[in-house]
């Protein structure tokens, strides 16, 4: 005799990275069970209606009680980044353990999983940073923490706290080749940068909008192309991570037409917010918007639409770093307006990620359905070896989904989740929303936030398990 499930999601429209289709989703023992027309009655029922039901969002980029140098202090914990996260649709983050140079890798990862425990409100698993390269790092932490699950890491082409050089990243590179490994990398010019920002002090130039300025599309052209040409000469593949504009993807669709596996994600930022949203004045309102890359103009918005439509970027995360813009522990360090160099880099998109896609991207007319969920959910589990149990709607995966609302509804700071005291995309108006949000079969958003902290879980990854990086170039 047939089991009975534990609850059944009548009338969906199910969305995959492949087909939509209509079908009833029977979940049992927080997994999906059943997939067809008309299954059998569940001890819990709920009607979609007709409406999209796609997987959670696997935000792949995304910083949560990340430690920061003093008074800087991320806002959101594992707390209220998940609550975050849940009540916009995602249902799995992949956050950064970051190793502080002089640390031991393994110290970080353990630092990061106390700050995790007991908090999450949906699952988990963590990238490693690496920032210091030392012969034991190479030849015994990171080999061993990649074969125990944490298989992907990001390395710095910039910041002083951070940065690798060359001959670094090549060390890491072929530890990524030997081990399997999916290496992330963020692409600026750090000489570049320190060197125009030292101009642009001299010349009394320092309110928020001239971070702008200090990192043109030229630094992460040249930092992207060096990236490539490092993972050539090592034979690996990687993933640029927050790619902003037209140069950059230039450089990756030259990659790609050389037979190299480069993979790129991009982020809400560089869709709908330009470099203007760090000030047309001396304003220091503008920090809202501090980020890196910065956000760029219409024309490379454009460029970013296409790259998602047409397949060079594979990934679509929130590069969610979250500081407050009041209080002294955020954009205004000890409360003071400080020169644009000393202004944290981040904004916050964890909540909005999806909506605003969904919204302009498959609403809009600018991307499919099918489109949406890879790049939100299906690509994000495969790169990070989290494929299918996560970013699919199939049988045996976790019952992680997103019953979507459409109709217009205007973004407010006041109605999100996180702990930070602004959105960059305050009054856009959004034409969906997650209406229900369910990790593991268990109902976390539904107009009202259902705290299950303690309940997400950490997730081991496995090896990337992403097919070739194709764009039609
Ligand atoms: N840039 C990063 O590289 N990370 C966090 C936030 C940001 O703006
Ligand atoms: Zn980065
Ligand atoms: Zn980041």
Redesign the pocket.
């Known amino acids: 005799m047939t089991e009975r499930f534990d609850l059944v999601i009548r009338n969906a429209r199910v969305a995959t990275a492949s087909d939509v289709f209509d079908a009833d989703i029977g979940v049992k023992g927080g997994r999906i069970a059943g997939l067809g027309l008309s299954l059998a009655a569940g001890d819990r029922e709920l009607d979609a209606r007709g409406r999209v039901v796609t997987p959670g969002g696997v935000d792949a980029?995304?910083?949560l009680d990340q430690p920061m140098a003093p008074p800087v202090r991320m806002a959101d914990d594992f707390d209220s980044g998940t609550r975050a996260a849940a009540c916009g649709g995602t249902t799995t983050v992949i956050p950064?353990a970051a190793q502080e140079k002089g640390q031991s890798l393994r110290a970080a990862v353990a630092d990061y999983h106390r700050r995790a425990d007991g908090k999450a409100h949906v699952d988990y698993a963590f990238h490693l940073i690496v920032s210091d390269p030392s012969p034991t790092v190479l030849e015994e932490e990171l080999p061993t923490l990649i074969a125990e699950g944490y298989t992907s890491f990001?390395v710095y082409m910039t910041y002083d706290d951070l940065k690798l050089d060359d001959g670094q990243i090549l060390d890491v590179l072929s530890v990524a080749r030997q081990q399997g490994a999916m290496a992330m990398i963020?692409a600026e010019n750090a000489d570049a940068i320190e060197w125009l920002t030292r101009r642009l002090e001299a010349a009394g130039r320092t309110a928020p909008r001239f971070h702008a300025h200090a990192r043109p599309m030229l630094v992460e052209r040249e930092a992207t192309h060096r990236a490539i040409s490092l993972a050539e000469l090592v034979d690996v593949p990687i993933l640029i991570?927050?790619v902003s504009g037209k140069e950059a993807v230039e450089q990756i669709r030259w990659a790609r037409s050389h037979g190299l596996r480069v993979y790129a994600e991009t982020c809400p930022q560089y869709l709908f917010l330009t470099a203007e949203d760090l000030g047309l004045d001396d304003s220091y309102k503008g920090a809202r918007c501090v980020c890196s890359p910065p956000p760029r103009d219409a024309s490379n918005q454009r460029v970013i639409w296409d790259g998602l439509n047409d397949g060079l970027f594979t990934i679509f995360s929130s590069?969610?770093?979250p500081f407050r813009y009041e209080g002294d522990d955020g954009k205004k360090p000890a409360g003071q307006e400080v020169p644009f160099r000393h202004i944290p880099n981040?904004i916050p998109g964890i909540e909005t990620r999806l909506a605003l896609l969904y919204s302009e991207g498959v609403l809009g007319g600018r991307i499919t359905l099918e489109k949406f969920v890879e790049l939100v959910a299906t690509n994000p589990a495969k790169a990070y070896g989290l494929h299918p149990r996560k970013g699919s709607i199939a049988i045996g995966a976790d019952a992680d989904l997103v019953v979507w609302d459409e109709g217009e509804r205007v973004l407010r700071n006041q109605d999100l989740h996180h702990n930070v005291d602004y959105t960059p995309y305050e009054g856009r108006v959004l034409r969906a929303w997650p209406g229900i949000t369910l990790v593991g079969g268990e109902v976390v958003w539904d107009g009202q936030f259902h705290p299950r902290a303690g309940q997400g879980r950490f997730l081991v990854c496995g090896k990337p398990t992403l097919g070739p990086a194709g764009a039609r170039t």
Do not use: T
Request: charged share 15%; proline share 0%.
């Open positions: 980029h995304c910083h950064f990001k963020h991570v927050h590069d969610h770093a981040g």
